[in-house]
T-cell receptor, first 112, second 116 residues
């Protein structure tokens, strides 16, 4: 019962272009969504989040879009840089709980 | 000045042994977590403690026992290790006492456990 899904295990993008990472969820009770970035042999680090009352949140080169009706969110990275090469995890949470439900991650490779 | 630290980073052991993984956070956070990332890369929560009190206990075999001596530490003890316990275990912490989904979790570097 995978409530958060990242259907693309990997993505390759040229440096300077846009990277778009996608995430789908099934539980309509989720009201907070996050993206984490993970380098090899390190723990996930928080990147950006969005509350369900918004449909967009931007932080520098990173923008997260939320489409509640489609139960879909995406992370846009513009412009992509080689240092962005990592595994990106989408996570979802619900008010009143401490739990994050993570997707399985998408490995992004930015080609120089 | 590591925020969330775990020891050891790697742990190789035989089936049937008992082992512990330690976690410490110096962020002053009230809530700590243990996650397991299995071979399929699923990152799943196992336990959470808020100010030394157990608040999340997912469907985890009772061979796994978390212990929180104080709110800066959450150790994971595993009895009678099995092959299927091989995974990367991540500790995390977050600031607040109240179950607030905007409460960002900060992760440690992980402990790779290999059971032979």
């Amino acid at each position: 019962d995978q409530q958060v899904k990242q259907n693309s295990p990997s993505l390759s993008v040229q440096e300077g272009r846009i990277s778009i990472l996608n995430c789908d969820y099934t539980n309509s009770m989720f009201d907070y969504f996050l993206w984490y970035k993970k380098y090899p042999a390190e723990g996930p680090t928080f990147l950006i989040s969005i509350s369900s009352i918004k449909d967009k949140n931007e932080d520098g080169r990173f923008t997260v879009f939320l489409n509640k009706s489609a139960k879909h969110l995406s992370l846009h990275i513009v412009p992509s840089q080689p240092g962005d090469s990592a595994v990106y995890f989408c996570a979802a949470s619900r008010s009143g709980t401490y739990k994050y439900i993570f997707g399985t991650g998408t490995r992004l490779k930015v080609l120089a | 000045d590591t925020a969330v630290s775990q020891t050891p980073k790697y742990l190789v052991t035989q089936m049937g042994n008992d082992k512990s993984i330690k976690c410490e956070q110096n962020l002053g956070h009230d809530t700590m977590y243990w996650y397991k990332q299995d071979s399929k890369k699923f990152l799943k929560i196992m336990f959470s403690y808020n100010n030394k009190e157990l608040i999340i206990n997912e469907t985890v075999p009772n061979r796994f026992s978390p212990k929180s001596p104080d709110k800066a530490h959450l150790n994971l003890h595993i009895n009678s290790l099995e092959l299927g316990d091989s995974a990367v275990y991540f500790c995390a912490s977050s600031p607040h006492r109240v179950a607030d989904p905007t409460d960002t979790q900060y992760f440690g570097p992980g402990t790779r456990l290999t059971v032979l």
